[in-house]
């Protein structure tokens, strides 16, 4: 669905774009980097409200940005020998590190969205694998479900024991907000920030998380010391869900 609102943040970000590309063009200086593509920039294009979201060279997202770093100190480390679930793979520098392991699945519930290869179809809602996978990762995807507290539990069966559930959601400062599929598209957009969202996460997501079974370490790049999160331009909070049994660590 095109609204007035996709279309205005859709035209911001094509004119910082450029502006970027101009200074660049004009020799400003690189001296910014990106941790999903290796590449120094001079700045980042503004999306929304975030005046340093897109990367010039790769358009990587803050939040790809922020995995990226992680994967980078080794404070996240990617199972490869393992299996995956990718839930909606639209950030391609996941999709490599990703695609590294023994069993890679990306997924979504509508799999033609996607140029990634065998893209497998899931509901979520649906999902019925048991102690499956070493990790799943989903950015953006909860606050699209119909009922979350399933799904989180759904998410919970189908990883090993000991396996971990990389969970991003758009956060506001105040208490979640639930809604639904009855609402009408533009009274979703106008609460909760886009027509297909059903609810609107606060901090106490990770309530929900912990109430699924998951033992819960929660990573917000604001803890991250003010020069490296200057210099990537990393924002957004990482819920690092972890099921709990099997090896203490890997
Ligand atoms: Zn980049």
Redesign the pocket.
Same mark, same amino acid.
């Given at each position: 669905m095109i609204t007035v609102q996709r279309v205005a943040k859709a035209v911001g970000k094509h004119l910082t774009r450029t502006a970027l590309k101009l200074r660049k063009a004009l020799g400003a200086r690189a001296n910014r980097g =990106?941790p %999903? =593509?290796g %590449?120094t920039v001079v700045g980042f294009f503004r999306y929304g409200d975030n005046g340093e979201w897109g =990367?010039p060279?790769?358009g990587?997202s803050p939040r790809e940005r922020l995995m990226n770093w992680l994967m980078a100190q080794g404070t996240l480390t990617v199972p490869t020998d393992g299996a995956i679930l990718h839930m909606a793979p639209n950030e391609a520098s996941l999709v490599r590190r990703f695609a590294a392991a023994a069993d890679y699945m990306p997924a979504d519930l509508d799999p033609s969205r996607y140029t990634v290869p065998n893209m497998h179809r899931v509901d979520l809602m649906e999902l019925a694998d048991t102690d499956r996978y070493d990790l799943f990762y989903a950015s953006h995807v909860m606050e699209h479900v119909p009922d979350d507290m399933a799904v989180l539990r759904n998410i919970l069966r189908a990883l090993k024991p000991g396996g971990e559930a990389w969970l991003i959601v758009p956060l506001w400062e105040k208490p979640t907000e639930d809604g639904s599929f009855a609402m009408p598209p533009r009274e979703r957009e106008r609460r909760f920030g886009q027509w297909d969202h059903v609810r609107q996460y606060g901090p106490d997501f990770a309530d929900r998380i912990r109430a699924a079974g998951f033992d819960l370490e929660e990573i917000d790049a604001a803890s991250i010391d003010v020069a490296t999160r200057h210099f990537y331009a990393l924002d957004d909070r990482l819920f690092r869900a972890r099921k709990p049994g099997g090896a203490a660590s890997r």
């Open positions: =990106c %999903a =593509c %590449a =990367c060279e790769c990587a």
